[in-house]
Each structure stands twice: as structure tokens, then as C-alpha cells.
């Protein structure tokens, strides 16, 4: 049987008192998030929605000033589960209050994803030139008999 890889690149975060309310066309659906990270977000629903649906949607939570617009992308749908959403074009601003949403949850920012460090270009030194001896004296040919 294959395995099948987790392919997060941030760590999940229970969401307690978080609704977002999603817009599908002219369908609006009501959901509790059930985590969420800077990736993205599982929203508890009955609705399905196909694999590779856009979505616009607000969350919402007590304490915050204004919901947070977003937009997202269906990534997985199951029924009685609800909807897996990648966020998608997050722009600075909308990422760095869902940075602080997340924190007020309890949860983390940064990225499960090791980054390769850049290659490092080693200059290589000049090569030394070897010491200099004492002048070799040159022999003169051997005359010919």
C-alpha cells in the first residue's frame, strides 16, 4: 500500500470561536474552522464542493475588528468532514493578520519546510607559486664530435 505524504508546509492550529463564511457564486456557507494555519485551513461543512474550487471567504471571530477576506482553493472534500482550503494570493497585508490570528490562537507561524541553504561558491585562493630556488645554471650542449 502506498504512503501517502503530508505535503504541509505549516503546522495546523485548533481554532476555537472561528466561522468563515464562504462565497461559492451566489452560495453563501456558513463554517466553523476547525484548524488553520498560514497555509491554509479545514472548514467544517456538510456542503461539497469540487477539488479545485476557488472560493472567497471572511473570518470571523469575536475580538476581531473587522473579518479577514481571503481567497482559497479546494483541496480536499469530504463528506461529513468538510472542506480543505489552501489559501491563495495572500497579500502582506491579509498575511500578517492571519500571522496574528494564528498566534492569538495559540499556534505557530513558521514553516515545517527545511529550506536547502544556498550553495556556497568557495573562491578558490590564487595558487601560491612555488618557492623560488637558486637559478639552475644552464649546461652547454655537448659539442658534437
Do not use: C, W
Not at 505524504?5 to 453563501?28: E, I, W
Not at 573562491?123 to 650542449?141: F, T
Request: charged letters at 25%.
Amino acid at each position: 500500500m502506498a504512503s501517502i505524504r503530508n505535503q504541509r508546509r505549516y503546522l495546523r492550529t485548533r481554532a476555537s470561536n472561528l466561522v468563515a463564511h464562504l462565497r461559492v457564486g451566489d452560495k453563501l456557507i456558513l463554517a466553523p474552522i476547525e484548524d488553520i494555519s498560514l497555509g491554509g485551513m479545514l472548514a467544517r461543512t456538510s456542503e461539497s464542493l469540487p477539488i479545485g474550487t476557488a472560493v472567497m471567504f471572511d473570518l470571523a471571530r469575536p475580538g476581531l475588528k473587522r473579518p479577514l477576506r481571503l481567497l482559497g482553493v479546494v483541496v480536499d472534500t469530504r463528506i461529513g468532514r468538510g472542506l480543505g482550503i489552501r489559501f491563495d494570493g495572500i497579500d502582506k497585508d491579509a498575511a500578517l493578520r492571519l500571522g496574528e490570528l494564528i498566534q492569538d490562537l495559540g499556534g505557530f507561524t513558521h514553516s515545517l519546510l527545511v529550506d536547502k541553504p544556498e550553495e556556497v561558491t568557495v573562491k578558490a585562493e590564487p595558487a601560491m607559486a612555488p618557492p623560488r630556488s637558486a637559478p639552475v645554471p644552464s649546461v652547454p650542449p655537448n659539442p658534437s664530435p
